[in-house]
């Protein structure tokens, strides 16, 4: 992610919402928040498994949830805003040579380091700006997620939204997700098919350091 034009980092959170009080119907799987992650434990910052976007996405995301309803999806959200202690954290456990424990999981394919070059993992992320989201649907009549072809934080080419390594049937899956995320502000990135960042964030040189809890937002 861009490093260069940096010009804050900052624990003020005037500009953010809880995502499920906009949202009310999304599906929270806060996977940082867990031990179910490619790090193996909680992730510095999250301490409470809940969603934070700027007041600017979580407007967007809601027209998307909205569209995706009346189609018979829910919004299930990986992670939203990030703390910037949270991408540290990465950091040195990328630097950890030997804690490997979640590899056959998440980087079967990859070494640690190649994650940070691939641009799987970023050393400033665009998360801690607050307008990125990583999120699936849910199908309401079945209750299951929607088959994407590969899961959430699989760090491989099979991750790649255009990747053709699937079935059509998951390829479409995939484009109708982005769709609706484009056609509402947001914009891809070439190497997940659940990350998307609002188009016209508010905050696009200023990183946040305020830890993922709803009580910093009600202060």
């Given at each position: 992610m861009r490093t260069d034009h940096i010009k804050d980092i900052t624990m003020d959170p005037s500009g953010f919402v809880l995502l499920s009080d906009v949202i009310p119907h999304i599906i929270q799987e806060i996977r940082y928040f867990s031990t179910y992650n490619f790090l193996g434990e909680r992730v510095d910052g999250y301490e409470e498994p809940c969603s934070i976007l700027t007041k600017e996405a979580a407007r967007a995301l809601k027209a998307v949830s909205n569209e995706m309803f009346v189609q018979g999806y829910r919004l299930k959200?990986?992670?939203?805003?990030?703390?910037a202690c949270a991408v540290r954290?990465?950091?040195l456990w990328g630097i950890e040579d030997q804690d490997v424990r979640m590899k056959p999981y998440?980087?079967?394919d990859l070494q640690k380091q190649e994650l940070f070059?691939?641009?799987y993992i970023a050393k400033m992320s665009s998360h801690s700006?607050?307008?990125t989201v990583d999120l699936t649907l849910l199908d309401m009549r079945t209750g299951k997620e929607v088959d994407m072809g590969s899961p959430f934080d699989l760090f491989s080419e099979l991750s790649h939204p255009d990747c053709r390594d699937?079935?059509?049937e998951q390829f479409e899956n995939r484009m109708m997700l982005q769709k609706v995320m484009v056609r509402n502000g947001?914009?891809?990135?070439?190497c997940e098919w659940w990350h998307f960042t609002l188009e016209n964030e508010p905050y696009p040189d200023t990183y946040f350091e305020f830890?993922?809890?709803s009580e910093y937002l009600r202060r």
């Open positions: 959200i990986f992670d939203t805003y990030r703390p954290h990465f950091v998440f980087y079967p070059e691939k641009g700006r607050g307008s699937v079935t059509e947001f914009k891809p990135i070439d830890p993922l809890a």
